[in-house]
């Protein structure tokens, strides 16, 4: 993304000008080595926070257990953190992973003290006196299984022996941290051998907030590669492919709750759908968007042929989308019966909508009101 190199450029050259130190570090570096796409930028400097804060006009503080702050530059924002340690080797140093404890100048000019780039070069995931760094962070056994699946990289043997005899010291982490890696982890390319290494390893046994046992990792290992789906998509393809019931699934995920609405949603059609066929009435309840992604999945498995276009088709040949287009309130249906509100409303709506989406009425005032008084009558 040349915006965002423009960005890091301008960051590190204003702070170069006011006699910082700044470098580019970690998965910038590497991924730039690697010619994969960058994500994100992050700069190292000699600068303070408040100083950082100083030399830019946008800024944020972030609140981590680092000091960093965000500076934006048009649409972009770099990363800027005060260097751990207070020198460039300390902060390298404190890093995970040789492939990402490498800088980079202004020039382009490497500095790889751990040879992080003979690492790039044979795939290999290795840490720097890897006792010592899994200690301070637990979470990195799990990073280091998340890179071999987004790198197709695999662990180097003392790595892996550290990651066997240090496992259970993960469960203190953070659920939000695990759940972050998860997300990439299953985003990977190589999301196989990952499940291998967290087999292997025992490290899913210890997992906060993923609760995974022997038969799921076991499942998971011969799991399809997930990277063409997006972050909702893939965690539903997660629990289906584990068989967890969409009741229980995403419930102690520490996700934001629209996530875990979106992933139950699509859980809960999938079920529903292995015994029932896409009604026109369930097209429009559950969204287009939903319908969308369970069919997707559902072709995934080979279980229909139904493809977007059609249902796309489907979708726009509904006599209306969404409740509100309904002809009648109600507050139209209290002023013609009279009586106080109450759950008669919901239901009486329902009983409109269901005839309007199954064409059977023309959908105007009258009619509805016409219906839904003879359905009164017959009732009495
Ligand atoms: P991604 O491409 O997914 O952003 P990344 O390597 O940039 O990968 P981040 O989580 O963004 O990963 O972290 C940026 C850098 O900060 C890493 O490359 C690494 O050097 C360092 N880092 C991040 N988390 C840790 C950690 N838990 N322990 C040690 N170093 C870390
Ligand atoms: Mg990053």
């Known amino acids: 993304?040349?915006?965002?190199?423009?960005?890091?450029?301008?960051?590190?050259?204003?702070?170069?000008?006011?006699?910082y130190r700044a470098h580019m570090v970690g998965g910038a570096v590497r991924d730039r080595l690697l010619q994969r796409e960058v994500s994100d930028i992050d700069v190292t400097t000699s600068a303070k926070p408040a100083e950082i804060c100083g030399l830019f006009k946008r800024t944020h503080q972030m609140n981590t257990e680092h000091q960093t702050v965000l500076v934006r530059i048009g649409e972009m924002h770099i990363e800027v953190t005060t260097e751990r340690g207070l020198s460039l080797a300390e902060d390298l140093a404190s890093r995970d992973f040789t492939i990402n404890s490498m800088a980079q100048?202004?020039?382009?000019?490497?500095?790889d003290?751990?040879?992080?780039?003979?690492?790039?070069?044979?795939?290999?995931?290795?840490?720097?006196?890897?006792e010592d760094r899994m200690d301070e962070d637990p979470l990195r056994m799990l990073r280091a299984i998340r890179f071999c699946s987004e790198l197709s990289f695999l662990i180097d043997r003392?790595?892996?022996?550290?990651?066997?005899?240090?496992?259970?010291?993960?469960?203190?982490?953070?659920?939000?941290?695990?759940?972050?890696?998860?997300?990439?982890?299953?985003?990977?390319?190589?999301?196989?051998?990952?499940?291998?290494?967290?087999?292997?390893?025992?490290?899913?046994?210890?997992?906060?907030?993923?609760?995974?046992?022997?038969?799921?990792?076991?499942?998971?290992?011969?799991?399809?590669?997930?990277?063409?789906?997006?972050?909702?998509?893939?965690?539903?393809?997660?629990?289906l492919w584990i068989k967890k019931p969409s009741h229980s699934a995403a419930q102690?995920?520490?996700?934001?709750?629209?996530?875990?609405?979106?992933?139950?949603?699509?859980?809960?059609?999938?079920?529903?759908?292995?015994?029932?066929?896409?009604?026109?009435?369930?097209?429009?309840?559950?969204?287009?968007?939903?319908?969308?992604?369970?069919?997707?999945?559902?072709?995934?498995?080979?279980?229909?042929?139904?493809?977007?276009?059609?249902?796309?088709?489907?979708?726009?040949?509904?006599?209306?989308?969404?409740?509100?287009?309904?002809?009648?309130?109600?507050?139209d249906l209290m002023e013609n019966r009279k009586i106080p509100s109450g759950p008669w409303i919901k239901e009486e709506l329902e009983w409109l909508l269901r005839l309007v989406i199954s064409r059977s009425i023309t959908h105007s005032k009258e009619t509805l009101l016409d219906a839904i008084e003879r359905r009164r009558n017959d009732e009495k």
């Open 113 to 130: 003290p751990y040879n992080g780039q003979e690492d790039l070069t044979q795939k290999i995931i290795r840490s720097f006196s890897p």
């Open 1 to 19: 993304n040349p915006l965002a190199k423009q960005a890091a450029a301008q960051v590190m050259n204003q702070l170069l000008e006011h006699g």
């Open 158 to 239: 003392t790595l892996l022996e550290v990651i066997k005899q240090k496992a259970p010291s993960i469960q203190h982490v953070a659920g939000e941290r695990i759940v972050t890696e998860w997300d990439k982890l299953l985003s990977g390319s190589n999301i196989q051998q990952a499940f291998h290494y967290l087999n292997e390893t025992e490290l899913y046994s210890y997992l906060p907030g993923l609760h995974m046992s022997i038969d799921e990792i076991e499942r998971l290992k011969s799991i399809p590669k997930l990277q063409d789906l997006d972050s909702v998509n893939r965690w539903v393809l997660y629990f």
């Open 105 to 111: 100048t202004l020039e382009g000019e490497i500095i």
């Open 252 to 331: 102690g995920l520490p996700l934001s709750n629209e996530t875990k609405t979106q992933i139950k949603s699509r859980l809960t059609l999938f079920e529903y759908r292995e015994q029932h066929p896409l009604t026109d009435w369930v097209l429009f309840q559950s969204g287009l968007s939903v319908v969308r992604d369970v069919e997707q999945l559902r072709r995934f498995f080979q279980m229909t042929t139904m493809n977007d276009q059609l249902l796309q088709e489907k979708w726009e040949s509904l006599p209306i989308h969404s409740s509100k287009e309904l002809k009648i309130s109600g507050r």
